[in-house]
């Protein structure tokens, strides 16, 4: 899923269930990665325009929770957004984004009626989804979650009590530790990164940070961060980072996300909404 994955599962047979996530991780980027034209999002994108299209209980599933969020939060994350992240270039390479010029006003605004996650139509009980044409879906603001959800139910399945996963900063506390205290999960500092900001007790939670101090580009001497507000088409900047503290994987990563965007008091209240939800806002200063 393009990010490190970090295992620590107490247990007997713990190397066996490890390679069980890892095998599990290689079937769900099957799925999710919109980069990959055998993927199954990718193939969901190529029909846009042609119908209903019948998918797998993991992808309906991420596409279900993505739309519930995008409606919960104005939009402000919204599952739509990916000719906007092409067109702004925030894609890696080597590890980071290169320098680039921005994109111009009006190739923006062309893109973003193309934007909409209104426009995504659902059907639960056959697990379809239509897309308008010329839409393509960005599941990366969610998946890593999902699959913290998904390795989850298998640790379950095989009896793991105490577990600790952390797939590139998405963190799914397992029980607690065996000494029966909580984890410890750091806040990075979005400034000194080789300082840590705070330290969050976790148990049977799934915690998601999101942040401009990762992945971000410069032009000109302005730092372009990588998360876009998918309802203007232009990276927001009132916040360094978000994390979100949540019942699930999938719901603590898109939260963040929309956190983010909504900045700090808009994000608050989408927070507070949330049943079992907390967060930790860091502004620039």
């Known amino acids: 899923m393009g990010t490190y994955v970090r295992l620590l599962i107490h247990g007997v047979q713990g190397s066996e269930v490890a390679d069980l996530c890892l095998a599990e991780l290689a079937r769900l980027q099957e799925v999710f990665d919109r980069f990959d034209e055998s993927s199954e999002v990718s193939q969901l994108n190529a029909q846009a325009g042609a119908g209903w299209v019948s998918v797998s209980e993991d992808l309906f599933a991420v596409v279900q929770t993505s739309l519930e969020v995008a409606q919960a939060s104005g939009g402000a994350f919204d599952p739509t957004v990916a000719p906007v992240v092409d067109l702004w270039g925030m894609r890696e390479k080597d ?6 010029s921005p994109p111009d006003a009006a190739s ?3 893109l973003l009626q193309r934007v909409d996650y209104r426009q995504v139509e659902i059907n639960p009980r056959l697990s379809q989804i239509r897309l308008p044409e010329g839409m393509q879906l960005d599941l990366g603001g969610v ?3 999902y699959a913290l959800d998904c390795l989850l ?7 793991v009590q105490s577990a600790l996963i952390d797939l590139g900063g998405n963190i799914r506390a397992v029980g607690k530790k065996p000494d029966q205290t909580s984890w410890r999960i750091a806040i990075r500092h979005p400034r000194e990164l080789d300082n840590l900001f705070a330290v969050l007790p976790a148990a049977d939670q799934a915690v998601a940070t999101s942040g401009d101090y990762q992945r971000f580009f410069f032009w000109q001497g302005k730092r372009h961060g990588h998360i876009l507000d998918p309802r203007r088409g232009y990276p927001v900047g009132a916040l360094s980072s978000v994390t979100v503290i949540a019942p699930t994987g999938v719901l603590s990563d898109a939260l963040s996300t929309a956190a983010f965007v909504l900045g700090p008091e808009d994000g608050k209240a989408l927070l507070e909404s949330m ?4 967060g930790v806002f860091i502004d620039q200063q």
Do not use: F, N, S
């Open 153 to 159: 139910r298998l640790l379950e399945d095989h009896g």
């Open 108 to 110: 923006i605004g062309a």
């Open 95 to 100: 590890g980071r984004i290169p320098d680039h």
């Open 275 to 278: 049943p079992g939800v907390e």
């Open 143 to 145: 998946a890593k979650g």
